[in-house]
């Protein structure tokens, strides 16, 4: 059995790339479309994952190619969506998500963002509670920290942050608590998740990598610089 769930967030679209239909369509390759990159991203990172996609815009298409495409991945794949519109954000992906998952470590992963194969290795080494950064670079997300742990986490500060969040057993159940006792949660981003745990008490390290080793999908451009050095 599985001892990680990665919860994959594939709700929402870019409106600078809407008009492509879901984000986890798009063709990265001659063999492979973004989702299929994602799954065989944590195959390799994780024994025998649980992924849990949690789809929204352009659902129906997403469902049907990855329920066409389940016997091409070494994993459980699970699929579950909910309604999108201006009065919710990623923190409804989030709990949907939770609901569908079997494991008590987990991966928030949204699905714009895409990690070179070559972090496997380095993300492996890191069992507690982490986030993905790139340190002195500012960027739309970042955060302040103290001995690399995140101290809090806005717009335009010095440490860029990824959407790739790892929680440990022990942090998972504050997640849970947040949950409980926030009406609000629906309409949080993920930053602003991440600040409550982080007042919880949680303890998230940041693992610092390399320019250029993690980028975003959010416009056309994007995609073509992701097609030149990505090998799927």
Same mark, same amino acid.
């Given at each position: 059995? %599985?001892?990680?769930? =990665?919860?994959?967030?594939?709700?929402?679209?870019?409106?600078?790339?809407? #008009?492509?239909?879901?984000? /986890?369509?798009?063709?990265?390759?001659?063999? %492979?479309?973004?989702?299929?990159?994602?799954?065989?991203?944590?195959?390799?990172?994780?024994?025998?994952?649980? =992924?849990?996609?949690? /789809? /929204?815009?352009?659902?129906?298409?997403?469902?049907?190619?990855? $329920?066409?495409?389940?016997?091409?991945?070494? #994993?459980?794949?699970?699929?579950?969506?909910?309604?999108?519109?201006? #009065?919710?954000?990623?923190?409804? %992906?989030?709990?949907?998500?939770?609901?569908?998952? $079997?494991?008590?470590?987990?991966?928030?992963?949204?699905?714009? $963002? @895409?990690?070179?194969?070559?972090? +496997?290795?380095?993300?492996?080494?890191?069992?507690?509670?982490?986030?993905?950064?790139?340190?002195?670079?500012?960027?739309?997300?970042?955060?302040?920290?103290?001995?690399?742990?995140?101290?809090?986490?806005?717009?335009?500060?010095?440490?860029?942050?990824?959407?790739?969040?790892?929680?440990?057993?022990? $942090?998972?159940?504050?997640?849970?608590?947040? +949950?409980?006792?926030?009406?609000?949660?629906?309409?949080?981003?993920?930053?602003?998740?991440?600040?409550?745990?982080?007042?919880?008490?949680?303890?998230?390290?940041? @693992? &610092?990598?390399?320019?250029?080793?993690? %980028?975003?999908?959010?416009? +056309?451009?994007?995609?073509?610089?992701?097609?030149? &050095?990505?090998?799927?």
């Amino acid at each position: 059995m %599985s001892n990680k769930s =990665i919860i994959l967030l594939n709700a929402f679209p870019d409106k600078k790339i809407k #008009s492509l239909g879901n984000k /986890g369509l798009i063709q990265i390759s001659s063999q %492979s479309n973004l989702i299929d990159y994602q799954i065989r991203f944590f195959e390799k990172l994780y024994n025998n994952p649980e =992924i849990v996609v949690v /789809g /929204g815009f352009d659902h129906k298409r997403l469902n049907k190619y990855i $329920t066409h495409n389940k016997k091409t991945y070494n #994993s459980k794949v699970k699929l579950i969506d909910h309604d999108v519109d201006d #009065s919710i954000n990623i923190g409804k %992906s989030i709990r949907v998500g939770l609901e569908k998952i $079997t494991n008590d470590s987990i991966v928030i992963y949204n699905c714009s $963002t @895409v990690l070179n194969y070559k972090l +496997i290795n380095k993300l492996k080494k890191h069992d507690e509670s982490f986030i993905i950064a790139e340190q002195g670079i500012a960027g739309n997300v970042g955060c302040i920290s103290q001995h690399h742990y995140a101290l809090n986490c806005f717009y335009d500060l010095s440490d860029k942050i990824y959407d790739f969040i790892h929680l440990d057993q022990a $942090t998972l159940p504050m997640l849970h608590k947040i +949950i409980e006792s926030n009406y609000h949660f629906d309409k949080l981003y993920l930053f602003e998740i991440l600040n409550l745990c982080i007042n919880f008490g949680a303890k998230m390290r940041l @693992v &610092y990598i390399e320019e250029k080793q993690a %980028s975003n999908i959010d416009s +056309i451009n994007s995609i073509k610089s992701l097609k030149k &050095y990505l090998k799927v």
